[in-house]
């Protein structure tokens, strides 16, 4: 066990540096580490290991793509037309409940109506 890092280098172990094993996963992870912008693709920059002969990679989390966005684009629209349709059926139904208000007014004066006039042909 090292403690602390003494005055000599020890053979193997502080004198030189070891390569990563792993890189990061995630997409903004790549772009801090390799100073990219948000133009640059990120897949070119992920940090390969070869094993047997072939090299391995690990699938980038995050990751900002074409369809990502045509989905997001998606969503929003359908959040945005679900908005306008309810606006326009609250719309429907309050111009609905009006003219059924005014109408059930109507019918009630005019029943009221043929009640006086009936009260005043009996009193006559």
């Known amino acids: ?3 602390k890092k003494g005055k000599e280098e ?3 172990v502080t004198d030189k540096q070891q390569p990563r094993m792993l890189g990061p996963k ?3 992870h790549i772009k801090k580490l390799f100073d990219l912008s948000s133009e640059d693709d990120v ?3 992920v940090i390969r290991r070869d094993v047997k002969g072939h090299s391995k990679a690990p699938k980038i989390q995050r ?3 074409p369809v990502t966005r045509q989905r997001r684009r998606r969503r929003v629209a359908a959040i945005k037309a679900r908005r306008v349709n309810a606006k326009e059926a609250r719309s429907a139904y309050f111009t609905l409940v ?3 208000r005014t109408t059930n007014q109507l019918r009630s004066k005019a029943k009221a109506a043929r009640v006086k006039a009936a ?3 009996k009193k006559n």
Request: no cysteine; aromatic share 4%.
């Open 10 to 12: 020890i053979e193997g």
């Open 63 to 65: 990751l900002v793509t």
């Open 119 to 121: 009260a005043e042909k």
């Open 98 to 100: 009006s003219k059924r």
């Open 26 to 28: 995630r997409a903004s």
């Open 43 to 45: 897949r070119k920059f």
């Open 1 to 3: 066990v090292i403690v």
